[in-house]
C-alpha cells in the first residue's frame, strides 16, 4: 500500500515558478515509478511525465519541455515537479500517482494523490 500527498499549488503570475511535492508513505515506494498528470476544467486528465525508481524519466508533455522537471529523493520518499515560466494555459489540479510499470496510461497508476491546484494568472 502507497498513499501519496501532493503540496506546492497555488496561485502565481505568468512566468512565474512553482515546485510541487509528492510524499508518500510505504516501504515499497521507492520500487515504484511516479507519474504527474494534470487535469484542467472541463478537460480529460493528461500525462505531463513519469520518472522510474532509477531516475530514468519518460518524455515530457510536449507543451511543458524545457518549463518543467521531474526529480526524485527516495531518501526522502518524495518526487518533485519544478514547474518554471508558467502560462495560464497550464491551470490545472495536478496529481501524482504509482505504477508497477514505467507508462504515459492513467491506467497503469494504482495509487493516486488527491491533488493540488496550480493556477496561473495572465
Known amino acids: 500500500q502507497v498513499q501519496l500527498v501532493e503540496s506546492g499549488g497555488g496561485l502565481v503570475q505568468a512566468g512565474g515558478s512553482l515546485k510541487l511535492a509528492c510524499a508518500a508513505s510505504g516501504r515499497t515506494f521507492n520500487s515504484y515509478t511516479v507519474g504527474w498528470f494534470r487535469q484542467a476544467p472541463g478537460k480529460e486528465r493528461e500525462f505531463v511525465v513519469a520518472?522510474?525508481?532509477?531516475?530514468?524519466?519518460?518524455n515530457y508533455l510536449d507543451s511543458v519541455k524545457g518549463r518543467f522537471t521531474i526529480s526524485r529523493d527516495n531518501a526522502k520518499n518524495t518526487v518533485y515537479l519544478q514547474l518554471n515560466s508558467l502560462k495560464p494555459e497550464d491551470t490545472a489540479v495536478y496529481y501524482c500517482?504509482?505504477?508497477?510499470?514505467?507508462?504515459?496510461?492513467?491506467?497503469?497508476?494504482?495509487?493516486w494523490g488527491q491533488g493540488t491546484q496550480v493556477t496561473v494568472s495572465s
Open positions: 520518472i522510474s525508481r532509477n531516475n530514468y524519466s519518460t
Open positions: 500517482a504509482a505504477s508497477a510499470l514505467i507508462s504515459t496510461r492513467p491506467t497503469s497508476y494504482r495509487y
